[in-house]
């Protein structure tokens, strides 16, 4: 492993998705700054199907909870071979759940600093056995406070937001840096040409080509748009800068 966290190969981080839909990947994943990190083998995506781990004729993965109600759950024996299928070094492995803890930005930067390889395990029907949680899994995500039909769509979000965060995805870091939600804030407005469209006009300030007050014009905007719209950030803010 090199000093930037590289293998021998270039390869930064690796993606393995444990799903019974591998041909969604990459899906959206494959265009953009991600789709030409994959190309160029910055990062790695490696789709598994729990099915491949079944030993019976109709390649069983899922059966009726115990109790009744509604639904099946998929069963814990495929993925548990699966995932332990994954090898060295072994991969933090994620559960995708509406259940698990909210995914965030934060955690983003946290797991593109310590990790190098990562599994996702998209659940299907009514989730996954419980025992799939207590013992398989390191950490259940929640990609916010609604349900979708399987973890793949979620397991593509937690990929792109922290594929992007990796130096070299995308050009200039300092766009990434600046981003909302980095730094407990939202970004500032943006403008582009035309100076007047419809009868909104650009802030003056941003054709005025004084640099130190556009910073601070766009310090202020970011500021007061966290303040209004996510109070909940703002007060994670130092105080200090707050008040400035
Ligand atoms: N019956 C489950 C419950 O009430 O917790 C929901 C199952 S959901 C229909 C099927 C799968 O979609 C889940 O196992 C999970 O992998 C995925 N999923 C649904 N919503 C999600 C969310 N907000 N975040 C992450 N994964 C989600």
């Not at 639904?71 to 509406?98: F, Q, R, T």
């Not at 992007?164 to 995805?169: A, D, F, H, K």
């Not at 303040?227 to 400035?244: M, Q, S, T, W």
Request: proline fraction near 7%; charge should be negative.
């Amino acid at each position: 492993m090199g000093s930037d966290g590289r293998d021998m190969t270039g390869e930064r981080l690796r993606f393995d998705v444990i799903t019974l839909f591998p041909d969604i990947f990459p899906g959206v994943l494959g265009v953009g700054v991600v789709g030409k990190a994959l190309e160029r083998g910055l990062i790695r995506l490696v789709t598994h199907n729990p099915r491949d781990f079944t030993h019976d004729r109709h390649r069983t993965v899922d059966d009726a909870p115990y109790g009744g109600g509604p639904g099946m759950v998929m069963k814990p024996e495929p993925l548990y071979a699966c995932v332990e299928s994954l090898g060295d070094p072994p991969p933090l492995k994620i559960l995708l759940s509406p259940q698990g803890i909210p995914f965030n930005q934060a955690l983003a930067r946290e797991l593109v600093s310590r990790e190098t390889r990562i599994a996702l395990i998209c659940g299907r029907y009514e989730g996954v056995d419980e025992r799939v949680r207590m013992g398989l899994i390191d950490l259940d995500l929640s990609v916010g406070d609604y349900v979708l039909s399987g973890g793949e769509i979620a397991a593509m979000a937690i990929i792109e937001t922290v594929a992007r965060l990796i130096p070299g995805v995308v050009g200039d870091m300092e766009s990434v840096d600046t981003d909302s939600l980095e730094r407990s804030r939202l970004k500032y407005p943006q403008y582009t040409r035309p100076a007047e469209f419809r009868g909104m006009i650009v802030p003056e300030i941003l054709i005025s080509g004084n640099h130190a007050r556009i910073d601070e014009w766009r310090r202020e905007e970011s500021l007061n748009r966290t303040r209004v719209r996510r109070p909940d950030l703002f007060a994670c803010n130092d105080p200090v800068e707050n008040g400035k």
